[in-house]
T-cell receptor, first 114, second 111 residues
């Protein structure tokens, strides 16, 4: 069964460093998302992406964040200058089209900012 | 204002018990409704979509009351493997709109 994959599974970084989180969505999916979940908190939407551009973004997704689909298979989330409060689980998700309801989630990347 | 509100639990129930979870949502424009399941430190996985007419999938039954902005999930004959956090999720439209998650209700099924 096709699945969303994410790398790395765990990333530890120093405050102020840049990190890139990688995702490979399901191959025939067209809509991509990043969510985050701070430990003990709810899953929160960051950004959605379609047709090589951002469709929607939340208040969390400020100028420190960017997304890219560099090569037709990977979908990346970059945090330019990490803060302690960026420590969270970051989930990538994808869905096939605007009719399909289910967003399929990847296993997540646990980001720890020291 | 919490967009999706759930009782955090935990609900500790014996095997074979019936347990019900409730959820309320604040945005009356919400159009799509789901229950996701999340195991500890894992990704959310879709358990079932929720329709106005109510729907059932094996031991799981979901109900939606749009007038009250209320969603429920009933689990019958609980199994040890049902132990997880159950997330109530809504979105404005189907498909490519962001999902809005509740904080989840923790269920522990005890032997």
């Amino acid at each position: 069964e096709p699945e969303v994959t994410q790398t790395p599974s765990h990333q530890v970084t120093q405050m102020g460093q840049e990190v890139i989180l990688r995702c490979v969505p399901i191959s025939n999916h067209l809509y991509f998302y990043w969510y985050r979940q701070i430990l003990g908190q709810k899953v929160e939407f960051l950004v959605s992406f379609y047709n090589n551009e951002i469709s929607e973004k939340s208040e969390i997704f400020d100028d420190q964040f960017s997304v890219e689909r560099p090569d037709g298979s990977n979908f990346t989330l970059k945090i330019r200058s990490t803060k302690l409060e960026d420590s969270a689980m970051y989930f990538c998700a994808s869905t096939r089209d605007s009719v399909g309801n289910e967003q399929f989630f990847g296993p997540g990347t646990r980001l720890t900012v020291l | 204002r919490k967009e999706v509100e759930q009782d955090p639990g935990p609900f500790n129930v014996p095997e074979g018990a019936t347990v019900a979870f409730n959820c309320t949502y604040s945005n009356s424009a919400s159009q799509s409704f789901f229950w996701y399941r999340q195991d500890c430190r894992k990704e959310p996985k879709l358990l079932m979509s929720v329709y106005s007419s109510g729907n059932e999938d094996g031991r799981f039954t979901a109900q939606l009351n749009r007038a009250s902005q209320y969603i429920s999930l009933l689990i019958r004959d609980s199994k040890l493997s049902d132990s997880a956090t159950y997330l109530c999720v809504v979105s404005l439209l189907s498909g490519n709109t962001p999902l809005v998650f509740g904080k989840g209700t923790r269920l522990s099924v005890i032997a």
